[in-house]
């Protein structure tokens, strides 16, 4: 497989990411397991979330977030038709980190999140190139949690989709 559509998707997010202001970037680390059709495997992550901007006079924010993932291949016995879940699949996504809530508030740290991505492989799970990424997490200082569902949202089948647990690492640059 080419990884034609994830190098297009870069460059476009390169291009959004240099026009986004510098200041208060959080940069996470995140790693966990990955779950589809029962079968885990390892995955990981990197994601910058941009300075924040209310919505209005709501108490809503939202910030730009962009993400570069890993999710590991699988080897399984019954593995033999054209969608498998043997290639390790990296992905590119961009989308936006919102929050409820204003600092001082205890559910202000917990967060949602909807990014579309690129993928440079298609597998059982993840069936076409282009993927949503919906995140339902909590972020402290230097630390995050997070529940993770990518799929396509059944335009091409098959579409198990991915499901994982992520625990992250965080800096302010």
């Given at each position: 497989?080419?990884?034609?559509?994830?190098?297009?998707?870069?460059f476009?997010?390169?291009?959004?990411?240099?026009?986004?202001?510098?200041?208060?970037?959080?940069?996470?680390?995140?790693?966990?397991?990955?779950?589809?059709?029962?079968?885990?495997?390892?995955?990981?992550?990197?994601?910058?979330?941009?300075?924040?901007?209310?919505?209005?006079?709501?108490?809503?924010?939202?910030?730009?977030?962009?993400?570069?993932?890993?999710?590991?291949?699988?080897?399984?016995?019954?593995?033999?038709?054209?969608?498998t879940?043997?290639?390790?699949?990296?992905?590119?996504?961009?989308?936006?980190?919102?929050?409820?809530?204003?600092?001082?508030?205890?559910?202000?740290?917990?967060?949602?999140?909807?990014?579309?991505?690129?993928?440079?492989?298609?597998?059982?799970?993840?069936?076409?190139?282009?993927?949503?990424?919906?995140?339902?997490?909590?972020?402290?200082?230097?630390?995050?949690?997070?529940?993770?569902?990518?799929?396509?949202?059944?335009?091409?089948?098959?579409?198990?989709?991915?499901t994982?647990?992520?625990?992250?690492?965080?800096?302010?640059?």
């Open positions: 497989m080419s990884l034609h559509p994830l190098i297009r998707s870069a476009v997010l390169a291009l959004v990411t240099a026009a986004l202001p510098a200041t208060a970037t959080r940069f996470e680390v995140q790693a966990g397991r990955s779950n589809s059709n029962g079968h885990g495997t390892n995955t990981a992550f990197v994601e910058a979330v941009f300075d924040e901007h209310r919505i209005g006079t709501t108490r809503f924010s939202w910030s730009p977030d962009v993400s570069l993932g890993w999710i590991d291949g699988r080897h399984l016995a019954n593995d033999n038709g054209r969608y879940m043997r290639d390790s699949v990296a992905l590119l996504a961009a989308g936006a980190r919102f929050h409820f809530g204003d600092a001082g508030d205890w559910y202000q740290p917990l967060f949602f999140s909807e990014q579309l991505a690129a993928t440079n492989r298609t597998t059982h799970a993840l069936s076409s190139h282009y993927q949503f990424v919906s995140t339902l997490g909590w972020q402290a200082k230097h630390f995050s949690v997070a529940l993770r569902h990518i799929s396509n949202g059944g335009l091409h089948r098959p579409n198990t989709g991915e994982m647990a992520l625990v992250g690492v965080a800096f302010d640059i």
